[in-house]
């Protein structure tokens, strides 16, 4: 699903390559100006293959852009927000560093739009020798835009991303087990979407230590649970993978964004078979959004 999405988005917005045309679809708020400067990362992109274990052995590159705050600094934005206790009940223990391929780099309360997060980010994060760690991205305020009815319940969380069995921080070395779907956020009333320009959801990624190897699958791009397996209660999820932590986080407030959200919205809805987050017109109601 995800592949084929790319492939359509990136004709229908006439971009090539890693390059995102930013003008319509990038970072919004106070960030933007520092967005814009790492649009090309001078430090280039860091392999993905043999990150590095230790934030001191990082490119320059790699966090070149972000302002100079300390773990308490960044600790204190989960708080301001509300982010913590809201969404999650502890602060991460750690930075995680997060950077897309457009150069585009995430400092917690971000305001950013889906069309910058196509691809799955470059991450990085402090670890312990010998480590084993799961990443999630998850959207926090997702039970505000489910349709009433049997989806919708307190806490419940959407994860848009799963890799698990991560050793240090070799994220191509893990097992994903959710693949990667960008991050989506919509407001909606009377079965249409409303385009809002003060609405957003926060999107939290998470690394949390393993206590010992897992042994989940991958999931498929598309199938009849797509939605009903990325539905999730955090702490369950914590609980039962045996996972400690948050060791490390950051966290985004994403927006919805016309015609890049309908396109994912339309295509869960269409692996599911029910509209999703609910029944939107125009947005996932065409016969193309339709399970076949």
Known sequence: MHRLL??????MLGVGGDHVEMQDMGVRGDSVERQQRQTEVRGGRMA?????????????????????????????????????????????????????????????????????????????????????????????????SLQPGGRRRPSRKFVHWMVANIPNVNLDAGNIVLPYIPSLSVRHRGGSAIQ??????????????????????????????????????LSELVAENGLEGP??????????????TDTFLCSLSRCSGTPFPASLSGVNTQDYCQSE
């Open 6 to 11: 790319l492939i359509y988005l990136y004709g």
């Open 48 to 144: 993905r293959q043999g990150r590095q274990n230790s934030i001191a052995d990082f490119p320059a590159g790699f966090i070149e852009g972000l302002p100079e705050e300390t773990n308490v600094e960044w600790q204190s934005l989960w708080l301001k927000t509300g982010t913590v206790p809201e969404c999650l009940p502890t602060t991460p223990d750690h930075r995680l560093f997060v950077r897309f391929s457009n150069g585009v780099q995430i400092r917690p309360n971000d305001t950013v739009t889906t069309g910058l997060m196509l691809s799955p980010p470059d991450v990085v994060w402090r670890t312990e020798p010998g480590g084993l760690y799961t990443i999630l991205l998850v959207n926090a305020d997702i039970d505000a």
């Open 196 to 233: 809002d320009p003060l609405f957003s959801q926060r999107h939290l990624f998470l690394v949390y230590k393993q206590s010992s190897s897992s042994a989940k699958g991958t999931k498929p791009d598309c199938y009849k649970d797509t939605v009903k397996d990325r539905l999730i209660n």
């Open 247 to 260: 060791v490390a986080g950051n966290f985004i407030r994403n927006v919805y964004t016309p015609f890049v």
